[in-house]
């Protein structure tokens, strides 16, 4: 059974910062791309960050030059560093991981910037 779990969430003020973990089990993590999405009230999903299983990354304009994202396969977890946050970024933030046809999600965690 595939389960990605997300925590690190939470309430913090404008100009704070937040790291977000995935831990995933029931997949061969090593091959797997993995992702950080978010969906704010009323909005669509967006991407937000995205690692390769090479370790190269990718960013929404967004969050560039604020947000890091990392992997670490001997734990089995990915990390969403976010810093400089601004009440924009207040979303639930989920956690994808996809092998080709694979796509499997998380429950999602709040993250909450007040201004």
């Known amino acids: 059974q595939v389960q990605l779990v997300e925590s690190g969430g939470g309430l913090v003020q404008a100009g704070g910062s937040l790291r977000l973990s995935c831990a995933a089990s029931g997949i061969i993590f090593s091959i797997n791309a993995m992702h950080w999405y978010r969906q704010a009230p009323g909005k669509q999903r967006e991407l937000v960050a995205a690692?390769?299983?090479?370790?190269?990354?990718n960013y929404a304009d967004s969050v560039k030059g604020r947000f890091t994202i990392s992997r670490d396969n001997t734990k089995n977890t990915v990390y969403l560093q976010m810093n400089s946050l601004k009440p924009e970024d207040t979303a639930v933030y989920y956690c994808?991981?996809?092998?080709?046809?694979?796509?499997?999600w998380g429950q999602g965690t709040q993250v909450t910037v007040s201004s």
């Open positions: 690692v390769t299983r090479g370790g190269r990354t």
């Open positions: 994808n991981a996809r092998y080709f046809d694979d796509d499997y």
